[in-house]
């Protein structure tokens, strides 16, 4: 396996934050990384608890069901109209 196909994407991402380093004032910033951090917390949370289950051995990854359920349920039908 070649350096580009292991480490590729790694370099590009590591090229684009230097780019954006250099062209962005503040993006090392303190509040910017914080707000990274933000954003990524409630991804990094749900990654790390099902990374436990899986590590304990219940395999149990149906929770993916009930979370995205309700955004793909149809509407409420609607009162019929009145006569």
């Given at each position: 396996?070649?350096?580009?196909?292991?480490?590729?994407?790694?370099?590009?991402?590591?090229?684009?934050?230097?780019?954006?380093?250099?062209?962005?004032?503040?993006?090392?910033?303190?509040?910017?990384?914080?707000?990274?951090?933000?954003h990524?917390s409630?991804n990094?949370?749900l990654?790390?608890?099902?990374?436990?289950?899986?590590?304990?051995?219940?395999?149990?990854?149906s929770?993916?069901r009930?979370?995205?359920?309700?955004?793909?349920?149809p509407?409420?039908?609607?009162?019929a109209?009145?006569?």
């Amino acid at each position: 396996m070649n350096w580009f196909a292991r480490y590729g994407v790694g370099a590009a991402l590591a090229v684009l934050a230097l780019v954006a380093a250099v062209f962005v004032p503040g993006f090392f910033g303190l509040e910017n990384l914080s707000t990274i951090l933000l954003h990524v917390s409630v991804n990094g949370i749900l990654a790390l608890g099902l990374t436990f289950v899986i590590v304990t051995g219940g395999i149990d990854l149906s929770w993916d069901r009930w979370w995205v359920s309700p955004a793909c349920s149809p509407p409420p039908p609607s009162p019929a109209p009145a006569c």
